[in-house]
């Protein structure tokens, strides 16, 4: 089976070739810049490379567009031309986009409607929640808890008091493969954990977990935020527990920081 992962030195990408290479495939991967050969046949096309971080979309729209949205339509239309199956990660921030990272996603997700219907092309769209992991370099677990640990001061947006799905990487990755091994057909699903919790609860998680007093400071949202963004439907299986996570991160910094 010819399997291509683009993001493949991404964060998440890092984790779906090294899940897939540990389960006995042998995955092609490319990142944004690098060529692909279009010529060879790819069974499926998992594509998770992108510009992702909210923020620097809006003084960089142009490119946000082009690794985006240009970047899906080009593995989209390899996927239909090769009769590929084609997973896309879409996210919760779609519904009205308030920035251009969230509207290259949205449109991205018309498009893929529209090939759909137009060629059958087969699709799985991925709706991800909070991914966390040890890898990161972003995102509220992974910068709370090295905060806390090398006693810095984390920011937190608004109030704390809006509630978020944190999932896993690794249970992406292990959703990914069970698309790889054929047990989930085309079509549309949440990657949560199911299970909402609040920044402020994280942080008290943190403080637990690390033995430590987070010290915080507060600041606007930078844009629109919802109150509240769980997966009602998650198909992850068994989906790791919030502060077992954390405890990973927690390891994973006291070694890297030894």
Same mark, same amino acid.
């Given at each position: 089976?010819? /399997?291509?992962v683009t993001g493949s030195?991404?964060?998440?990408g890092t984790?779906?070739m090294?899940c $897939?290479?540990?389960?006995g495939y042998?995955?092609?991967?490319v #990142?944004?810049?690098?060529s692909v050969?279009e010529?060879?046949? !790819?069974?499926i096309i998992?594509h @998770?490379g992108? &510009?992702?971080l909210?923020?620097?979309s @809006?003084?960089?729209? !142009?490119? !946000?567009?082009?690794?985006?949205?240009g970047? +899906?339509?080009?593995?989209l239309e $390899?996927?239909?031309k090769?009769d590929?199956?084609?997973?896309f990660?879409?996210s919760?921030?779609?519904a009205?986009?308030s920035n251009?990272?969230?509207? +290259?996603?949205k449109?991205?997700v018309?498009?893929?409607? $529209?090939y759909?219907?137009? !060629?059958?092309?087969?699709v799985i769209?991925f709706r991800?929640f909070n991914i966390?992991g040890?890898t990161? &370099?972003k995102?509220?677990v992974y $910068?709370?808890?090295?905060?806390?640990?090398?006693e810095?001061?984390?920011?937190i947006?608004?109030d704390?008091s809006?509630? &978020?799905?944190?999932?896993?990487?690794?249970?992406?990755?292990?959703?990914?493969?069970?698309?790889?091994n054929?047990n989930i057909?085309p079509?549309?699903y949440?990657i949560g954990s199911?299970v909402?919790t609040?920044v402020?609860?994280?942080?008290?998680?943190v403080e637990?977990v690390?033995?430590?007093k987070?010290?915080?400071?507060?600041?606007?949202?930078i844009v629109d935020?919802? #109150?509240e963004?769980i997966a009602?439907?998650?198909?992850?299986?068994n989906?790791?527990k919030l502060?077992?996570?954390?405890?990973? /991160?927690?390891?994973?910094?006291? +070694?890297e920081n030894?």
């Amino acid at each position: 089976m010819n /399997i291509l992962v683009t993001g493949s030195k991404g964060f998440i990408g890092t984790e779906i070739m090294k899940c $897939l290479q540990e389960n006995g495939y042998s995955p092609d991967g490319v #990142d944004i810049g690098d060529s692909v050969d279009e010529k060879k046949k !790819y069974d499926i096309i998992l594509h @998770f490379g992108a &510009r992702t971080l909210i923020r620097n979309s @809006f003084s960089k729209p !142009y490119e !946000y567009f082009e690794d985006g949205l240009g970047l +899906t339509m080009k593995y989209l239309e $390899l996927a239909r031309k090769h009769d590929s199956l084609f997973l896309f990660p879409s996210s919760g921030s779609t519904a009205e986009p308030s920035n251009p990272y969230s509207l +290259t996603k949205k449109q991205a997700v018309e498009w893929i409607n $529209l090939y759909r219907k137009l !060629y059958s092309t087969r699709v799985i769209i991925f709706r991800l929640f909070n991914i966390y992991g040890t890898t990161a &370099r972003k995102g509220a677990v992974y $910068l709370f808890t090295n905060a806390a640990l090398k006693e810095q001061t984390a920011t937190i947006y608004g109030d704390g008091s809006h509630v &978020r799905d944190y999932v896993n990487v690794l249970d992406l990755a292990k959703t990914v493969l069970e698309v790889v091994n054929g047990n989930i057909n085309p079509g549309d699903y949440e990657i949560g954990s199911g299970v909402g919790t609040s920044v402020n609860e994280v942080i008290s998680m943190v403080e637990k977990v690390t033995g430590k007093k987070l010290k915080t400071e507060k600041k606007p949202f930078i844009v629109d935020e919802a #109150d509240e963004l769980i997966a009602h439907n998650t198909i992850v299986k068994n989906p790791m527990k919030l502060i077992d996570g954390i405890k990973l /991160i927690r390891d994973s910094l006291v +070694t890297e920081n030894k």
